[in-house]
């Protein structure tokens, strides 16, 4: 097995940084999630987090950024990307 | 000139530090913490932010002033952590040759500010504490 195809088998791990309410809701500032693929996209990751996480969507609206820019649900994530899920802004 | 900072805002210092000598004025906005929200009385809110995001878009937001307006000289900068009533919480200046453009560059940064940026606010009150609603955040491109 060369070392590409033994890489495509080692699960690729997504840290999501977590803000304000989801931060409250889910307990930790950061979660990691595992995928068998090595690219997902934000829908594929808004459906992890809803299955492990079941309260959050139901109870905030949140946005998903990939490296600093808000996702639409194909934008593709891979582990090197910085993620994060925001909820609705209130600056000022 | 854009910052997130947890340290207070010096208005006094942004002011200066926003003066031309070709400009002909200066606008400058400062949001600070009320006493009350609606009908319940407020004591502190609680600032956070997403600080490395919160700078881009700080800056793209200043960018996006200088696109339109001849300004000369921009700052925004926006509090984190815990503030209490009369506190400065964000603080918007712009200089420009003439008032309408300092005014209106200045009006568009903060009603920008208020739904582009990720900063959340958390209120403490008699009522209870609990995070403000909001805007939800749009992809832009």
């Known amino acids: 097995m060369t070392k ?12 999501v940084k977590l803000f304000a ?19 997902i996209t934000a829908r594929d990751l808004r459906r992890m987090i809803s299955e492990l996480f ?33 909820p609705p802004v209130s600056g000022g | 000139m854009i910052s997130i900072s947890s340290e207070p805002i010096d208005i006094c210092k942004i002011l200066v530090d926003t003066m031309d000598s070709s400009a002909g004025g200066i606008a400058l ?9 609606k009908d319940h009385v407020v004591s ?4 956070e932010a997403y600080k490395e995001m919160a700078e881009e878009n700080l800056a793209e937001i ?5 696109k339109t307006w001849k300004i000369k000289k921009f700052l925004a900068v926006h509090r984190t952590g815990n503030l209490k009533v ?13 008032r309408k453009e300092a005014f ?38």
């Not at chain 1, 033994?6 to 791990?13: H, V």
């Not at chain 2, 964000?90 to 420009?96: R, T």
């Not at chain 2, 606010?121 to 992809?139: A, D, I, P, R, T």
């Open chain 1, 21 to 39: 309410s989801c931060r409250e809701i889910v307990g930790k500032d950061k979660i990691t999630l595992k995928s068998t693929d090595k690219m």
């Open chain 2, 29 to 37: 906005f400062v949001g600070s913490v009320r006493d009350h929200n």
């Open chain 2, 104 to 141: 209106e560059a200045c009006k568009y940064a903060i009603d920008e500010i208020k739904v582009r940026v990720p900063i959340w606010k958390k209120e403490v009150s008699e009522s209870g504490v609990y995070w403000s609603e909001g805007f939800s955040l749009q992809k832009s491109d």
């Open chain 1, 54 to 86: 079941p309260s959050l969507p139901t109870r905030i609206q949140f946005v998903i950024a990939v490296n600093h820019k808000i996702a639409n649900d194909s934008t593709t994530i891979s582990q090197v990307d910085e993620v994060a899920i925001l």
């Open chain 2, 62 to 66: 200043e960018n996006g002033a200088r």
């Open chain 2, 86 to 98: 009369g506190d400065v919480s964000v603080a918007v200046a712009v200089s420009a040759e003439h």
């Open chain 2, 44 to 47: 502190e809110i609680y600032y």
């Open chain 1, 4 to 15: 590409e195809e033994n890489q495509e088998l080692i699960p690729s791990l997504v840290v």
